[in-house]
């Protein structure tokens, strides 16, 4: 899975893609009026639902690598290494030790499957956390789909009720994700050099939301 801003360096999480949460600008009073001036409404957020991943959404796996939403993450993967991908969601779905979850991103109410998300645990300066990472697919970018599916599954990482913090590492050089982070509650708390995937050094942002 790719993700709206974090790196995995355990394979599990993504960076994330173009989808910054926002939906673009707000429409002004031309754009709620039709020429008669009748009122026009305004369409609210997007609804979502996440749901656990299954043996089902490989497809989803496979549309989630297109080569833009890798780009902070050295490229697409091979199909074989899209196969050990959805093995390992599959299994951190089905396994109930608390060791994190990850969902796919179903659009309300057109059940449509737009993207990937989840938390996993993490070892963290020390510190044992969970961590996050998100993918929308592009053409359902811009909608404020990805901001909707991680107020989700924080709610969903602080029902576990397991670990204090959750954390996001976006490409600095990722503002989509970044901003998502923001507006999300999350915490800057500086930037950080990674390397993954492997051969491929990154400098992230490290973004902290408290859980418990």
Known sequence: MRTEGTDSRDGLGSET???NGAGGPGPGEAGRRGRAGRERPVPGPPRVRIDAWSAGDLDLLRAANAAELMTHLGGPETEEQILKRHE???????????????????????????GTIGFWEQTWDGEQVYETGWTVLAAHQG????AAAVA?????????????????????DNPASNALCRRAGFSLLGERDFEYPPGHPRRVNNWRLRLT
Not at 143 to 146: E, S
Request: proline share 5%; glycine share 8%.
């Open 88 to 114: 390992r969601y599959v299994a951190l779905s089905a396994d109930r030790t608390d060791k994190g979850r990850m969902f796919r991103v179903v659009l309300l109410p057109e059940e449509i499957p737009v």
């Open 17 to 19: 893609g173009g989808d």
């Open 152 to 172: 989700a599954v924080v709610e969903r990482a602080r029902a576990e009720r397991t670990h204090r913090f959750l954390h996001a590492f976006p490409s600095v």
């Open 143 to 146: 909608r404020g789909i990805a």
